[in-house]
């Protein structure tokens, strides 16, 4: 009995560990990222709940994805070389977040603009305006409730999300996380982090965004990397 609860205390606390480690370095690393942009702007010419379904469901597919690449890895490669790539990982981002940071200028008004302006584009290449594809789109809408997550709205915000995050740092810290801490931990707080950061911007919409900070946002993300990743090389790990 005393082992048992010996057991699910160590297991509690690696769970707990990659938990914290995933929501702090999702939520900085989402806060001020494109897909952030994208589902605020979206949210202002489609219905938000779909929006928010749509980009929800893609980063929770991503970072589930992402943690099982992650804890897959340790049985493909040692433990020790996951471990030194991800303490690599997390040094490599950190300094590429502060970096990013000193180069920002203080809001994230031209990075919303620019996202903006391509889902415009891609509006006029597919041979309507903005306004016409919300008009259309917007009447699909009386169709049942749960048929209308299979509409194009959905499947716009979905696909935005997803490949958004291939090959972002969130995805790549995701997978060397979850091979470093416990994945179901890495996945609750990746998850829990995603749902704020979108919700946020489905709701306050482009006047948040606007006022986002991109210095801020990848200063704190640089330092929160480098900070794991010196916990992480202080961490030693058996072959």
């Not at 000193?102 to 919303?112: D, M």
């Not at 996380?177 to 995603?194: I, T």
Request: glycine letters at 10%; hydrophobic letters at 50%.
């Amino acid at each position: 009995a005393m082992s048992s609860v010996l057991q699910f205390t160590v297991d509690g606390f690696f769970l707990k560990k990659g938990f914290t480690k995933s929501l702090a370095m999702t939520f900085v690393s989402e806060i001020g990222d494109k897909t952030f942009f994208a589902a605020a702007i979206l949210a202002m010419r489609y219905p938000r709940r779909l929006v928010l379904a749509g980009c929800v469901s893609a980063l929770i597919v991503m970072t589930i994805l992402s943690a099982t690449v992650g804890w897959a890895a340790p049985n493909l490669i040692s433990r020790k070389w996951t471990h030194h790539i991800t303490t690599l990982l997390f040094f490599g981002f950190g300094l590429w977040s502060l970096w990013d940071g000193f180069k920002e200028g203080g809001g994230g008004s031209e990075e919303l603009a620019e996202v903006e302006a391509e889902l415009d584009s891609d509006m006029k290449a597919n041979g309507k305006t903005a306004k016409d594809k919300t008009e259309d789109e917007n009447k699909k809408q009386k169709r049942p409730f749960l048929t209308q997550f299979f509409s194009p709205i959905f499947l716009k915000a979905f696909s935005i999300n997803f490949f958004g995050e291939f090959g972002d740092k969130s995805q790549l810290a995701t997978i060397g996380l979850a091979a470093d801490e416990n994945p179901f931990g890495v996945v609750l707080g990746g998850v829990v982090a995603q749902l704020v950061c979108t919700t946020a911007a489905v709701i306050g919409g482009k006047s948040l965004a606007s006022q986002i900070s991109e210095r801020i946002v990848a200063l704190s993300g640089g330092m929160l990397f480098i900070i794991f990743g010196i916990q992480s090389f202080l961490t030693s790990v058996e072959a």
